[in-house]
């Protein structure tokens, strides 16, 4: 499949209006995502000092999309893919509302809030497969690399935006100003998709009958324990995953480590996301130098001695240089999972197939994060971090026997 290697490939891709409302409402709907993470991670270390009650947070927010994964996928590959998407955006400033309402009043307490990030999670479980469905459905094959490039740059632009502007927001309104924006926001995502249209090539498809929710869960299973490069997929993402969450969860404790203040947290998360930008624009040229899951183990390695630096380092100007590379590695291995199981997966099983990738990122994301929660409650923030990355390392012999090289290419 040819790669994206110029900008003009990525300007082609979102010249199609209906890519380009999805990718608007994509955008939208993640820096409202990001603002919530941001916002709900730095309250919780206000009203605690519990380590695992700040890593829960995380925690709270991925385990509906763990539980709800395949149901959620599903669903899109059953009913209107915009459809699905719109509702579950709505869903979510119907959440953010509620949450400038408890942040407004002062009756914030941490399991409301852990709650509440339950509820935004069921929001983004119902979102995801439906926005991943749909992006092979909006443009042709060989722009799908670019397309997913697109998206993977919404994602850390906003990884940047959205922890600045919620850092501000904090700083000078408080977090209740911050929820409300994010209602907002989910508002405008919700109304770009609903006017997507997805193109029609061809005479129009017979109605297909589609088989009871149960049977349609069932058959995405069996696809992909009958793939064996799905399911190296899978795996390597559940691992990823649980190595690279607990720098993710427990950030807001070391920025309290280096100074209490929302700002500095604020400018250790846009390092993350300015690195993971940055290799965002070079990614599509790595699968034509390396084999896809060489990209993979050398994001392993790159995230462990970035975790390393992060927790060892008592300067602010060594910490921000190792989190600019843990977001770099951390773009560079999701993005190259994801592409691949994208190719590989059939249109009419890709929500299904891409709610079960989803879920083994966010099992492991709700894992991880509670593990490395309790891990640090136990001993302290330092050790946690370490044991995650020498646990990526000790597993990494391991998962590259898993071949994902076939898997990038379309079935």
Do not use: K
């Not at 929001?123 to 443009?139: E, K, S, T, W, Y």
């Amino acid at each position: 499949m040819p790669e994206p290697r110029d900008p003009a490939t990525l300007r082609a891709t979102l010249a199609s209006p209906a890519f380009a409302r999805l990718w608007l409402a994509w955008l939208a709907g993640n820096v409202a995502m990001w603002m919530h993470e941001v916002t709900a991670a730095w309250r919780m270390a206000q009203l605690t000092d519990d380590p695992l009650m700040v890593a829960l947070v995380q925690a709270a927010g991925t385990l509906p999309l763990f539980l709800l994964g395949l149901p959620s996928g599903a669903l899109a590959d059953r009913f209107d893919r915009r459809r699905v998407y719109a509702v579950a955006q709505a869903a979510l400033a119907v959440v953010a509302i509620v949450l400038a309402v408890v942040a407004a009043t002062g009756t914030a307490t941490p399991m409301l809030l852990l709650a509440l990030c339950v509820a935004n999670g069921i929001g983004l479980a119902v979102r995801f497969p439906a926005f991943a469905a749909l992006v092979p459905d909006l443009v042709p094959v060989h722009q799908l690399s670019a397309a997913l490039t697109l998206n993977a740059l919404a994602m850390n632009l906003t990884r940047v935006v959205g922890p600045l502007i919620a850092g501000a927001m904090i700083a000078m309104l408080g977090s209740a100003a911050v929820f409300a924006a994010n209602a907002l926001m989910a508002l405008v995502a919700c109304a770009l998709v609903l006017g997507a249209r997805v193109p029609q090539a061809g005479p129009a498809p017979v109605r297909r009958v589609h088989p009871p929710l149960a049977a349609a869960i069932a058959e995405g299973v069996r696809y992909t324990v009958r793939t064996p490069q799905l399911r190296a997929i899978v795996l390597r993402a559940f691992v990823f995953f649980v190595q690279t969450i607990g720098l993710v969860a427990l950030m807001p404790l070391l920025a309290r480590r280096l100074g209490d203040d929302a700002t500095l947290y604020t400018a250790m998360l846009a390092a993350a996301g300015a690195g993971a930008v940055l290799v965002a624009l070079a990614l599509p040229r790595l699968p034509s130098v390396r084999p896809r899951g060489r990209v993979v183990d050398a994001s392993v390695l790159a995230y462990a001695l970035a975790t390393v630096v992060a927790v060892l380092a008592s300067s602010l100007w060594l910490v921000l240089p190792a989190l600019a590379l843990s977001g770099a590695a951390w773009l560079s291995g999701v993005n190259t999972l994801t592409m691949s199981a994208q190719l590989l997966l059939p249109p009419a099983l890709r929500a299904r197939g891409m709610a079960i990738y989803q879920m083994s990122i966010m099992g492991a994301s709700a894992g991880g994060a509670a593990l490395w929660g309790a891990l640090a409650s136990r001993s302290s923030v330092a050790t946690a971090l370490v044991a995650s990355a020498l646990l990526g390392l000790a597993l990494l012999p391991l998962t590259r026997r898993l071949s994902i090289e076939d898997a990038a290419r379309p079935a």
